[in-house]
């Protein structure tokens, strides 16, 4: 089964700090996502990369950047963190085998910014 | 607007009971849907997909696709303790890996 790790699992930031969250897969998957989760918004897509050294701007990247230097690992970093960026932040991965692009989910990262 | 809209926000299911779960999308660009369950302090994981009209079963879930009206629905049979959990219906424009869009989920407890 897929396997994606993601460190460090929670984590607490000082606002207008810079918070980095790290991605690692294991399973030769070419496609990464980061999401985040908060309360009443179920799962919004930050970025995505189809490949490395190459990452794209999904439905919410104000505030985000991201970085994929090689196939396995994908970084989210916040340059200058702020309170409405308290939440989980999952990573996932997938690939076309079977056609169906399923996507494989980390174990979350949980955010607070004080 | 949210572009996936999930009902019923809640659901309690007797133990060996049915659970129907609903979803509909307001884009009609969204073609490709996917059921996804989180338990609690989890990710979330795919449960199924479903890309043609019709019904796909697999093992005690089935999943029903009407084009035309861009709804989903999840009818999880005999449902046991373990199917305790948050459910979220994701769609995209396209069966390649440009990211998914979520509905806010239906949480199902499962009562003994």
């Known amino acids: 089964e897929a396997a994606v790790t993601q460190s460090p699992r929670s984590k607490v930031a000082v606002t207008g700090g810079k918070v980095t969250l790290s991605c690692h897969q294991t399973?030769?998957?070419?496609?990464m996502y980061w999401y985040r989760q908060d309360t009443g918004h179920g799962l919004r897509l930050i970025h995505y990369?189809?490949?490395?050294?190459?990452?794209e701007k999904g439905d919410i990247p104000d505030g985000y950047k991201a970085s994929r230097p090689s196939q396995e690992n994908f970084s989210l970093i916040l340059e200058l963190a702020s309170l409405s960026q308290t939440a989980v932040y999952f990573c996932?991965?997938?690939?076309?085998?079977?056609?169906?692009?399923?996507?494989?989910f980390g174990p979350g990262t949980r955010l607070t910014v004080l | 607007q949210q572009k996936v809209q999930q009902s019923p926000e809640s659901l309690s299911v007797p133990e060996g009971g049915m659970a129907s779960l609903n979803c509909t999308s307001s884009?009609?660009?969204?073609?490709y849907f996917w059921w996804y369950r989180q338990h609690s302090g989890e990710g979330p994981k795919a449960l199924m997909?479903?890309?043609?009209?019709g019904d796909k079963k697999e093992g005690r879930f089935t999943a029903h696709l009407n084009k035309a009206s861009l709804h989903v629905s999840l009818h999880i049979r005999d449902s046991q303790p373990s199917d305790s959990a948050l459910y979220f219906c994701?769609?995209?424009?396209?069966?390649?890996?440009?990211?998914?869009?979520f509905g806010l989920g239906t949480r199902v407890s499962v009562f003994p």
């Open positions: 996932a991965s997938s690939d076309a085998t079977g056609g169906s692009y399923e996507q494989y």
């Open positions: 399973n030769n998957h070419d496609y």
């Open positions: 994701a769609a995209s424009e396209g069966n390649y890996a440009q990211g998914l869009t």
């Open positions: 990369s189809y490949v490395a050294d190459s990452t």
């Open positions: 884009d009609r660009n969204f073609q």
């Open positions: 997909s479903i890309f043609s009209d």
